[in-house]
């Protein structure tokens, strides 16, 4: 073993030295306030060292009546901090006028947090990304005259400036920041703002150093930071984003610094086309317990908590209307396991250590070239240990402290006391579970549906002209994904092999000649541009050509986003015989939709249309129904499995864009339950209107329940016993009482375990997805879980063959298995 414990120390005495200025500087104290500051170590709040775990929350995804209990959830997971980006260009539609009503509404959504007894930090950006459209800033921007966004641009500058001070006072007003009482103890100006900022050459960094001084002077007694900024000038602090910070983050720019980790993805986010990508509860762990013990973390925000909802047009460019499902709350707010409760378990067993690791600097002990031990000595005598093996293939055996440990591939125990493992990162003992969808609504027959044909504007009918194509977000200032280019020329014969060919910069398109569609194209994530190609026949004398071009979303990163350009490019028909080509102008333009004009998908903007009975499937129809809420409080999604792409209403709100037949490498659908909040519903009569592109059918939606109907729960010998069950002891065998591996299983509220669908003591094969009784196996097995569990909401079994009535067989490694129904 290696050790380097005298570097270390004087590490950690260097850092004490300096840290007085920044305590000074990091944070103000308000009358009846709390002081946030900070030094090498951690965030100090009110004199107290603190780890802190935080989890990502948007507010505007998802409803008022959601806040409380997702924050409750993420509460009980043993998150400590609720982050959340600000919104822009919700908050601030066209310039100067501000809108903090319903899901907007960030007062109410910080003040939730308060009363929860949880922090919150506010990433105020204001540019944001977040796979939001624009990345949060209002389109009204691209027109002020000579702005460059993100860069040393006084224009720019300004409107930033203003809308920093906005969110600022708003927060002061109501007495939010820790300095005030509040709940706000960091706040971020800017976001990555490192990985463009090259392409702004000498504009770049007078922008950084003006950004951090506009932040400090707004005096909001609580810290600031920037994400993925390794330059951050003091007293920012810069942070780290990413899934993999315990190993890539290059540490604070200053020994004054603590290691903060903003961004710690539970997952990903997902694009139409392409598969959904999973990220497990085991590397989440490892990667946190990574990041306190190798970077010395002492602040970890898992990105997101809860995703939740893209509603209405707010998705950047192809992204689904689904955000972040698979973290640790999905999209409904259901508690997703194993991740939920892994993380749990990993949060207590890491408190446990705080002691120990918010008053040192750990000591490195090799065990060779993929095992390590990072050991924390407290000052009161308290001492915490991570053992790490990064070998993702072999298990590893170690030798410390005179104990012989078992460590699995790419994992860490926490030993709180260096003594006895209260967790290992790749031992899952928490349960797993399993969401489902049940129809609870079907409008199932012609008779439930009226529709309204979408119609294609006439070259005569129409304002807006140009001899150019002109750009389209720059045309329709985002008032609406389409945009109709028109033109009329005439032909003298007639033609039956003409070629059209029409080349877009993104994101979809429709191609109309003499009223009849022609065809279809789109581009794809990071590829939006493409070209459509179709025979069509030309009318002697004078014809008509219409596309029908449509944003599905607006870009949200990357340098000059003002600069971006999506739409109709070129246009040119070839005849037959390839010697003539007719160039198209002058052009003519309409924005958005005749339905979209009259706002049909309200009450009353329904009335304004001429709807008929539901006929055969048509494209570029709008479709209308209503239902009454299903009973219940759980969550409700329409299943929009036979639809094709458009969107959706709910009494007048937009749940979202949906794109159903843009399916993956799998030959799925990216998408295909979209939610729709309780909170948009009235107990009858509900409006659905769906305005679809393409040939879907409404016959078959439907509306279903979602919920958690089965739970299940595997451990064996060597998992490590629950967390909560630790307690200190100098005597290694006084441990052992009462610590034993268990099966925890808990429906969801109002549910109880109705059928054991299978239960094994043995060992079992497989795990909770796919399973089998093993040659060992205990006979009563069920009858046992069934008596402990049957009719409860929650029940707990001891893995020990004392409970299951004797050893079924001697001398083999032992495991538990149950998996129940919930009802």
Same mark, same amino acid.
């Given at each position: 073993?290696?050790?380097?414990?005298?570097?270390?120390?004087?590490?950690?005495?260097?850092?004490?030295?300096?840290?007085?200025?920044?305590?000074?500087?990091?944070?103000?104290?308000?009358?009846?306030?709390?002081?946030?500051?900070?030094?090498? +170590?951690?965030?100090?709040?009110?004199?107290?060292?603190?780890?802190?775990?935080?989890?990502?929350? !948007?507010?505007?995804?998802?409803?008022?009546?959601?806040?409380?209990?997702?924050?409750?959830?993420?509460?009980?997971?043993?998150? $400590?901090?609720?982050?959340?980006?600000?919104?822009?260009?919700?908050?601030?539609? +066209?310039?100067?006028?501000?809108?903090?009503?319903?899901?907007?509404?960030?007062?109410?959504?910080?003040?939730?947090?308060?009363?929860?007894?949880?922090?919150?930090?506010?990433?105020?950006?204001?540019?944001?990304?977040?796979?939001?459209? &624009?990345?949060?800033?209002?389109?009204?921007?691209? $027109?002020?005259?000579?702005?460059?966004?993100?860069?040393?641009?006084?224009?720019?500058?300004?409107?930033?400036?203003?809308?920093?001070?906005?969110?600022?006072?708003?927060?002061?007003?109501?007495?939010?920041?820790?300095?005030?009482?509040?709940?706000?103890?960091?706040?971020?100006?800017?976001?990555?703002? *490192?990985?463009?900022?090259?392409?702004?050459?000498?504009?770049?960094?007078?922008?950084?150093?003006?950004?951090?001084?506009?932040?400090?002077?707004?005096?909001?007694?609580?810290?600031?930071?920037?994400?993925?900024?390794?330059?951050?000038?003091?007293?920012?602090?810069?942070?780290?984003?990413?899934?993999?910070?315990?190993?890539?983050?290059?540490?604070?720019n200053s020994p004054n610094k603590p290691s903060l980790w903003t961004e710690n993805w539970t997952s990903f986010y997902q694009v139409y086309g392409q598969n959904v990508t999973l990220r497990?509860?085991?590397?989440?762990?490892?990667?946190?317990?990574?990041?306190?013990?190798?970077?010395?973390?002492?602040?970890?925000?898992?990105?997101?908590?809860?995703?939740?909802?893209?509603?209405?047009?707010?998705?950047?460019?192809?992204?689904?209307?689904?955000?972040?499902?698979?973290?640790?709350?999905?999209?409904?707010?259901?508690?997703?396991?194993?991740?939920?409760? !892994?993380?749990?378990? %990993?949060?207590?067993?890491?408190?446990?250590?705080?002691?120990?690791?918010?008053?040192?600097?750990?000591?490195?002990?090799?065990?060779?070239?993929?095992?390590?031990? &990072?050991?924390? @000595?407290?000052?009161?005598?308290?001492?915490?240990?991570?053992?790490?093996?990064?070998?993702?293939?072999?298990?590893?055996?170690?030798?410390?402290?005179?104990?012989?440990?078992?460590?699995?591939?790419?994992?860490?125990?926490?030993?709180?006391?260096?003594?006895?493992?209260?967790?290992?990162?790749?031992?899952?003992?928490?349960?797993?579970?399993?969401?489902? @969808?049940?129809?609870?609504?079907?409008?199932?027959?012609?008779?439930?549906?009226?529709?309204?044909?979408?119609?294609?504007?006439?070259?005569?009918?129409?304002?807006?002209?140009?001899?150019?194509?002109?750009?389209?977000?720059?045309?329709?200032?985002?008032?609406?994904?389409?945009?109709?280019?028109?033109?009329?020329?005439? *032909? $003298?014969?007639?033609? !039956?092999?003409?070629?059209? @060919?029409?080349?877009?910069?993104? !994101?979809?398109?429709?191609?109309?000649?003499?009223?009849?569609?022609?065809?279809?194209?789109?581009?794809?994530?990071?590829?939006?541009?493409?070209?459509?190609?179709?025979?069509?026949?030309?009318?002697?004398?004078?014809?008509?050509?219409?596309?029908?071009?449509?944003?599905?979303?607006?870009?949200?990163?990357?340098?000059?986003?003002? +600069?971006?350009?999506?739409?109709?490019?070129?246009?040119?028909?070839?005849?037959?015989?390839?010697?003539?080509?007719?160039?198209?102008?002058?052009?003519? &333009?309409?924005?958005?939709?005749?339905?979209?004009?009259?706002?049909?998908?309200?009450?009353?903007?329904?009335?304004?249309?001429?709807?008929?009975?539901?006929?055969?499937?048509?494209?570029?129809?709008?479709?209308?129904?209503?239902?009454?809420?299903?009973?219940?409080?759980?969550?409700?999604?329409?299943?929009?499995?036979?639809?094709?792409?458009?969107?959706?209403?709910?009494?007048?709100?937009?749940?979202?864009?949906?794109?159903?037949?843009?399916?993956?490498?799998?030959?799925?659908?990216?998408?295909?339950?979209?939610?729709?909040?309780?909170?948009?519903?009235?107990?009858?009569?509900?409006? %659905?209107?769906?305005?679809?592109?393409?040939?879907?059918?409404?016959?078959?939606?439907?509306?279903?329940?979602?919920?958690?109907?089965?739970?299940?729960?595997?451990?064996?010998? @060597?998992?490590?016993?629950?967390?909560?069950?630790?307690?200190?002891?100098?005597?290694?065998?006084?441990?052992?009482?009462?610590?034993?591996?268990?099966?925890?299983?808990?429906?969801?509220? +109002?549910?109880?375990?109705?059928?054991?669908?299978?239960?094994?003591?043995?060992?079992?094969?497989?795990?909770?997805?796919?399973?089998?009784?093993?040659?060992?196996?205990?006979?009563?097995?069920?009858?046992?879980?069934?008596?402990?569990?049957?009719?409860?909401?929650?029940?707990?079994?001891?893995?020990?063959?004392?409970?299951?009535?004797?050893?079924?067989?001697?001398?083999?490694?032992?495991?538990?298995?149950? $998996?129940?129904?919930?009802?």
């Open positions: 073993m290696v050790e380097n414990k005298r570097a270390m120390r004087m590490r950690w005495l260097w850092r004490n030295w300096l840290a007085a200025a920044v305590l000074v500087m990091a944070g103000a104290v308000a009358a009846g306030g709390a002081s946030v500051s900070y030094d090498g +170590r951690s965030l100090i709040i009110d004199g107290q060292r603190k780890m802190l775990f935080s989890g990502s929350i !948007h507010y505007p995804r998802s409803t008022p009546d959601m806040w409380p209990s997702l924050i409750s959830k993420a509460k009980q997971g043993g998150i $400590d901090v609720i982050e959340t980006y600000v919104f822009w260009n919700l908050h601030e539609p +066209r310039p100067g006028q501000y809108d903090f009503s319903g899901r907007r509404d960030i007062v109410a959504f910080i003040k939730e947090i308060q009363a929860q007894g949880l922090y919150a930090c506010l990433r105020i950006g204001p540019y944001i990304e977040g796979e939001w459209t &624009y990345g949060g800033f209002p389109f009204w921007l691209h $027109d002020v005259p000579g702005i460059v966004y993100r860069s040393d641009n006084e224009p720019f500058k300004l409107y930033m400036q203003n809308f920093t001070t906005k969110i600022v006072n708003l927060m002061k007003s109501e007495g939010l920041y820790a300095s005030q009482g509040g709940p706000i103890i960091l706040s971020q100006i800017e976001n990555e703002y *490192q990985n463009i900022e090259k392409a702004f050459r000498e504009d770049g960094p007078p922008y950084v150093r003006w950004t951090v001084k506009m932040a400090v002077e707004l005096q909001t007694g609580v810290p600031w930071i920037m994400c993925k900024q390794d330059d951050a000038p003091d007293p920012i602090i810069n942070t780290c984003n990413g899934m993999k910070c315990g190993e890539t983050f290059k540490g604070p497990s509860a085991q590397d989440i762990a490892f990667q946190v317990a990574l990041f306190i013990a190798r970077k010395n973390g002492t602040y970890i925000n898992y990105y997101m908590y809860h995703g939740g909802t893209n509603f209405g047009r707010t998705a950047a460019e192809f992204m689904i209307t689904s955000y972040y499902d698979q973290a640790p709350l999905d999209e409904y707010g259901l508690i997703r396991e194993p991740k939920w409760g !892994h993380l749990k378990e %990993l949060h207590a067993a890491v408190k446990l250590c705080s002691e120990a690791i918010l008053s040192s600097f750990p000591t490195l002990l090799s065990f060779g070239q993929l095992q390590e031990a &990072y050991v924390f @000595s407290g000052d009161s005598g308290a001492c915490a240990a991570f053992l790490v093996n990064t070998d993702s293939r072999t298990s590893a055996t170690v030798r410390f402290q005179n104990l012989t440990y078992q460590l699995p591939p790419k994992s860490i125990s926490i030993l709180p006391d260096c003594k006895v493992v209260a967790f290992n990162t790749a031992k899952v003992s928490t349960q797993f579970n399993t969401r489902t @969808s049940r129809p609870v609504v079907k409008f199932n027959s012609a008779e439930k549906w009226e529709q309204f044909q979408e119609v294609i504007p006439q070259f005569d009918a129409t304002a807006l002209r140009s001899q150019t194509l002109l750009e389209q977000t720059n045309t329709t200032k985002d008032a609406s994904d389409y945009l109709w280019y028109t033109a009329s020329f005439e *032909q $003298d014969s007639q033609e !039956h092999q003409a070629r059209l @060919s029409v080349k877009s910069l993104g !994101h979809v398109l429709h191609a109309f000649v003499n009223g009849a569609l022609v065809g279809s194209a789109h581009g794809q994530f990071r590829n939006t541009s493409f070209t459509l190609e179709s025979t069509v026949a030309l009318n002697k004398g004078t014809n008509q050509i219409s596309l029908l071009s449509a944003t599905v979303g607006f870009p949200d990163s990357g340098a000059f986003l003002e +600069r971006r350009s999506l739409g109709v490019r070129s246009v040119i028909i070839q005849n037959s015989r390839g010697v003539k080509n007719f160039t198209v102008t002058p052009w003519v &333009y309409q924005v958005g939709l005749l339905g979209e004009k009259l706002q049909i998908y309200t009450y009353e903007g329904s009335k304004n249309a001429n709807w008929s009975s539901l006929g055969s499937s048509q494209q570029f129809t709008w479709y209308k129904s209503t239902f009454s809420a299903p009973k219940g409080k759980g969550p409700i999604a329409l299943n929009l499995g036979s639809m094709g792409k458009g969107e959706a209403w709910v009494n007048g709100q937009s749940i979202g864009r949906y794109w159903v037949s843009f399916h993956t490498s799998a030959g799925l659908p990216s998408q295909t339950w979209y939610n729709v909040p309780r909170s948009f519903l009235k107990p009858r009569n509900n409006l %659905l209107v769906v305005f679809e592109e393409e040939m879907g059918n409404p016959v078959n939606i439907t509306v279903d329940a979602i919920s958690v109907t089965k739970v299940c729960a595997h451990v064996t010998n @060597s998992n490590p016993p629950p967390v909560i069950s630790w307690r200190k002891s100098d005597k290694l065998s006084e441990r052992h009482p009462g610590r034993r591996p268990k099966v925890y299983l808990n429906c969801p509220p +109002r549910s109880n375990i109705s059928k054991i669908l299978f239960a094994s003591f043995g060992n079992p094969y497989g795990n909770c997805e796919d399973y089998a009784a093993g040659l060992c196996h205990s006979s009563n097995s069920k009858a046992i879980v069934e008596k402990a569990c049957l009719g409860k909401t929650k029940c707990t079994i001891v893995q020990s063959y004392k409970k299951f009535g004797g050893d079924p067989c001697p001398g083999v490694h032992k495991s538990l298995l149950v $998996d129940v129904q919930c009802e």
